[in-house]
């Protein structure tokens, strides 16, 4: 059967950090592919400063370079609140011939027993969990976790930045950060990013 990870987020923005992640569970479970899957209107988040369809453009940017990840965008398309028990459901129904790997940060680890209908989540899919540094990750259930190089960075931090005008090079993907310049998101002024900057220099 064909492994699929999905790899669920608000990516607002996405970064090197949902890159590392799904690529570490990618090797680590030896899947076929990994489908990012930017959700509608987050569970358990508020979510300011992007729209879905901003969200759902900066993760098809940054997953543009690897042959092994999608967007998959079904949650934007459905609108609402996205339950990944209703997503799964659906998707499982529609591709019977799958497995199905739920990719998370080890800062979801610990919460996973609030979430929709996750008794019967758990007969459907089998969670993959992800190192995060400050967080325990520890569950009562069976969630597979994978050793991964811990990278310390958050959306939030980077919303932060663009916002204090401080840099994010090599933090999130360049296309990324040129996308959310030419949108102004988060507060960000409409300047050349480091990377443009650096290769408009005239040579010496
Ligand atoms: N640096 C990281 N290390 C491990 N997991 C991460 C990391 N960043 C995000 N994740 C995980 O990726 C998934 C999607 O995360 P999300 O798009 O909400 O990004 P975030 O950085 O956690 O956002 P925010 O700072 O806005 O809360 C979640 O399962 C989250 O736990
Ligand atoms: O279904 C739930 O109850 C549920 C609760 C919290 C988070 N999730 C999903 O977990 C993924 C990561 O969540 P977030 O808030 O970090 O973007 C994303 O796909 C969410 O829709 C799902």
């Known amino acids: 059967m064909r492994k699929v990870g999905i790899l669920g987020g608000t990516f607002n923005p996405p970064h090197l950090g ?4 799904a690529n ?3 090797h680590a479970i030896g899947l076929d592919e990994v489908r990012f899957m930017p959700n509608s209107i987050a569970p358990h988040k508020e979510v300011t ?3 879905a369809q901003q969200r759902l453009d900066m993760t098809r940017l940054a997953i543009s370079g690897s042959r092994h990840f999608s967007v998959e965008d079904v949650e934007i398309k459905n609108g609402g609140v996205s339950y990944t028990f209703d997503t799964m459901k659906k998707m499982i129904q529609k591709e019977p011939d ?6 998370i940060g080890g800062d979801m680890v610990d919460g996973l027993s609030s979430w929709h209908r996750i008794d019967e989540l758990m007969e459907m899919v089998r969670f993959i969990g992800i190192k995060r540094p400050g967080y325990e990750s520890s569950s009562a259930y069976p969630v597979l976790m994978v050793d991964s190089p811990e990278i310390h960075l ?4 980077l919303r932060e930045r ?3 005008n401080q840099t994010v090079s090599y933090l999130m993907p360049e296309n990324v950060e040129a996308y959310i310049r030419r949108e102004q998101l988060y507060g960000s002024k409409h300047n050349a990013s480091e990377s443009e900057r650096t290769t408009s220099r005239k040579p010496l």
């Open 18 to 21: 949902h890159l590392i992640m």
């Open 24 to 26: 570490e569970a990618f």
């Open 49 to 51: 400063g992007a729209n």
């Open 98 to 103: 799958r497995e199905f790997y739920f990719i």
């Open 154 to 157: 958050s959306s939030s931090m």
């Open 162 to 164: 663009i916002a204090k």
